[in-house]
Antibody, heavy 118, light 107 residues
């Protein structure tokens, strides 16, 4: 059974940092592309960042480039999102998601809430 | 960035009726288009990928069609559990993008 479990969210002040983790099981993590997708409260979905099955291939939306870093540790079956210089507009539920084909996502975590506020 | 425009924003229908949801891309995404269903408090659920392939466990009443810039999700006969928000998403170019969603609500 495929499972994804996020952790690391919380309340942080503007300019602060958080690191999200997503522990996965039930599939060969190192062979699958993965992404982070966020959803601000009451709003739609927004793709944030992705990592290919070659860890050298990483992708970001413009608004997080230079502030967020996606990475994975295949020995721990864990995907990470390091978030620095956080802004109020980064407030959202953050989901990790597994790629099935051409960056469509067949499995999602339950989400981790990040709140950026003073 | 590829902008995905979904219509209508809200679709009031009754159980048993047919639902037709539209997703239009600002430039061609070939067939790299997926559809998701999301219910309140839940993560999105993949319904369709590669424009017309049903994901594992998705009922046959859900079907997808289209290529290039125009795509359609059809629910042939609405069940009670189908009332939710539906999003399209393109995987053709960076950054990946989602449409704004269509809420299928009970009429």
């Amino acid at each position: 059974e495929v499972q994804l479990l996020e952790s690391g969210g919380g309340l942080v002040q503007p300019g602060g940092s958080l690191r999200l983790s997503c522990v996965v099981s039930g599939f060969t993590f190192s062979r699958n592309a993965m992404s982070w997708v966020r959803q601000p409260p009451g709003k739609g979905l927004e793709w944030v960042s992705g990592i290919g099955n070659s860890d050298a291939d990483t992708y970001y939306r413009d608004s997080v480039k230079g502030r967020f870093t996606i990475s994975r540790d295949s020995s721990k079956n864990t995907l990470y999102l390091q978030m620095n210089s956080l802004r109020a507009e980064d407030t959202a539920i953050y989901y990790c998601a597994k790629d099935i084909l051409w960056w469509a996502f067949d499995f999602w975590g339950q989400g981790s809430l990040v709140s950026v506020s003073s | 960035e590829v902008v995905l425009t979904q219509s209508p924003a809200t679709l009031p229908l009754s159980p048993g009726e047919r639902a037709t949801l539209s997703c239009r891309a600002s430039q061609s995404v070939s067939r790299h288009l997926a559809w998701y269903q999301q219910k309140p408090g839940q993560a999105p659920r993949l319904l369709i990928y590669d424009a017309s392939k049903r994901a594992t466990g998705i009922p046959a009443r859900f079907s997808g069609s289209g290529s290039g810039t125009d795509f359609t999700l059809t629910i042939s006969s609405l069940e009670a559990e189908d009332f939710a928000v539906y999003y399209c998403q393109q995987g053709s170019s960076w950054p990946l993008s989602f449409g704004g969603g269509t809420k299928v609500e009970i009429k």
